[in-house]
């Protein structure tokens, strides 16, 4: 994805669900064929057996965009939210509610961010909202773009990148993972508003089972926990001694 993200004229997508690669296939084919855009799509499937939800309605957009909400964080009784519908923002809890965090995932990894999110309310008390992104590459370029139009525009209101569109509203750090290397989730760090932590797989490749690949290039979901309760940590809102706790409790 990194290599991709080099060629312009390359849309690349890391989806996770069935339905991101139908709308992502859908909108490819209208722009090639249809419009008769100069563009080509590269896009990441794996072979991994896995349960595939329906489309979130209203969502198609957003994934094009390359990120949408797939779980707004839970209400303060602790029961976990469905997909959300809205494009552009997934609302937070008010202030004062409780810790939150911002879990960001793409491709296969998407779900060990889900049980991550899982741990972090079962073990810790702390809601997360999930966010897919389909595409780092493509949320980076809409960054770049926004930052030349404002640098152009300087007396015409400043643009917001859709990055920042969508955790604005949100609260706490955020944490993404992928499969790829940290350069490829790093794309849009200059869009996020706040703490940004990424995971990736850096370091030599690698002959394994999934779990052990996963814990061994620490993207695995108790991975995934231990650098959002670090953020949050970092940030002031937790005691370093529950980083330490998770870290042992998980091994």
């Avoid at 961010?113 to 810790?124: G, H």
């Avoid at 007396?155 to 917001?160: K, L, M, S």
Wanted: glycine share 8%; charged share 20%.
């Amino acid at each position: 994805h990194i290599m991709a993200a080099n060629v312009p004229n390359c849309v690349s997508y890391d989806p996770a669900f069935a339905y991101e690669l139908a709308v992502i296939i859908h909108a490819g084919m209208e722009r090639m064929y249809m419009r008769g855009d100069s563009v080509f799509y590269y896009i990441t499937v794996a072979n991994e057996n896995y349960a595939h939800p329906a489309l979130p309605q209203g969502s198609e957009e957003a994934i094009i965009k390359g990120m949408y909400c797939l779980r707004p964080a839970p209400p303060a009784n602790g029961k976990k939210g469905g997909p959300s519908t809205r494009l552009r923002a997934c609302p937070g809890l008010d202030p004062g509610t409780g810790l939150q965090v911002q879990l960001l995932g793409s491709g296969s990894i998407l779900r060990e961010v889900i049980a991550a999110a899982d741990l972090l309310m079962q073990d810790f008390d702390i809601i997360a909202t999930i966010w897919s992104a389909t595409s780092f590459t493509e949320l980076g370029r809409d960054g770049v773009d926004t930052q030349r139009w404002n640098r152009l525009h300087p007396e015409q209101p400043p643009r917001i990148s859709y990055v920042e569109q969508c955790l604005t509203a949100t609260q706490g750090p955020v944490i993404a993972a992928t499969d790829y290397v940290r350069s490829y989730p790093d794309q849009i760090r200059p869009c996020v508003p706040r703490r940004y932590v990424t995971l990736g797989t850096e370091g030599f490749g690698r002959s394994d089972c999934r779990q052990a690949l996963r814990r061994f290039f620490e993207v695995d979901r108790q991975h995934i926990a231990v650098a959002a309760l670090k953020a949050l940590a970092d940030d002031g809102a937790l005691p370093v001694a529950k980083v330490t706790e998770a870290i042992v409790r998980y091994g």
